[in-house]
């Protein structure tokens, strides 16, 4: 028996991006949830709200995009 | 799976990878720098220049043709890109720039969706990132003037109000973020959501192309459907995501220059 316990072959570059869009998928769901809630409490505040709700967003997923790039750049 | 699946695929599908960003000179004999991208960065900016020309050049009381078009833009970019940001004042004096960028930036991802043009300039990080220096070097000029050197590095990494402690962890992250991450990120988020949207469309395009015209097997002609189908989907999302884009980049622009000259907000 070898030293190796389990093995994956093949694009590690896409289990990579997998794994990095898990937290900015959450984010940018709380970001919009959270955003549409306060626009249907305050619906005077759209431009407001819209603004920043896109503006968080840019933000996260930023890391997911930072993902894609570094599976592209990390494949072998 | 071409073996589970023998009516699928008569010959090997290869998915497009990032050959789709490699081009050849135009010119054989001429330099190696001017390709495709490259012509397209070229008449992109003279798209630019001519409609601002078009529209700004001799304005009337009464707008007529391109300056009706002209003035929804500016406005549009005034009230949703600039005066968040800038104030009623300052948002005058950088709106040429952050006017220039959007649509630089907007037409340069645009021509990934002309028919027979077909390439979004953007996704190659050079373009964006020649766009991220300059907004950085700019930036970093307007601090230091108005703020001072130590002043601005002052309200960059010790901002007022914390427990003197906090500060230990504060000062580093703000410093590394606010002087190159939040830079590096401006040019990489554009870069990469166009390449991605570019690698996503060809994918399914070429899905397509294959399933339906090169090799046509019962099996493969739904799959090739679907890439039809996705193509104009994705095509449609990519006009969108386009667009949110070039305002993403004019806004943290307008972001990044306004946090330099008043850091107090």
Known sequence: MSGVLAQVTGDLGSIGYGLAAIGPGVGIGIIFGQGVQAIARQPEAYGLIRQNMILGFVFAEALALIGVALAFAFRG | ?265
């Open chain 2, 1 to 265: 799976m071409s073996a589970a699946l023998p009516l699928l695929a008569s010959e090997e599908f290869k998915a497009p990878g990032l050959g789709l960003f490699e081009w050849p000179p135009i010119l054989a004999s001429g330099p190696a720098w001017f390709n495709k991208p490259t012509a397209l960065m070229m008449l992109g900016s003279l798209l630019v220049i001519v409609f601002a020309y078009a529209a700004f050049s001799r304005p009337r009381v009464v707008p007529r043709g391109m300056q009706n078009v002209g003035e929804l833009a500016y406005t549009f970019v005034r009230e949703q890109v600039a005066r968040p940001f800038l104030g009623t004042k300052d948002s005058d004096r950088w709106m040429p720039l952050l006017f220039t960028l959007f649509f630089f930036v907007w037409i340069m991802n645009l021509f990934g969706s002309i028919i027979f043009i077909q390439f979004p300039v953007m996704s190659i990080i050079g373009y964006p990132a020649i766009l991220a220096i300059m907004v950085w070097v700019l930036t970093q000029y307007l601090g230091v003037k108005r703020q001072g050197p130590i002043g601005l590095f002052k309200n960059v990494m010790f901002p007022p109000g914390l427990p003197k402690w906090v500060y230990v962890l504060v000062a580093p992250i703000e410093f590394l973020s606010h002087f190159f991450l939040r830079h590096i990120t401006h040019a990489v988020r554009l870069f990469a959501t166009m390449m991605a949207g570019h690698l996503i469309v060809a994918l399914f395009s070429d899905v397509g192309w294959h399933f339906l015209f090169v090799a046509l097997t019962p099996l493969g002609a739904p799959l090739g459907l679907i890439g039809v189908i996705m193509t104009i989907l994705l095509t449609g999302f990519e006009l969108f995501i386009q667009a949110l884009q070039a305002y993403v980049f004019a806004l943290l622009t307008a972001m990044f220059i306004g946090g330099a000259l008043h850091p107090e907000h």
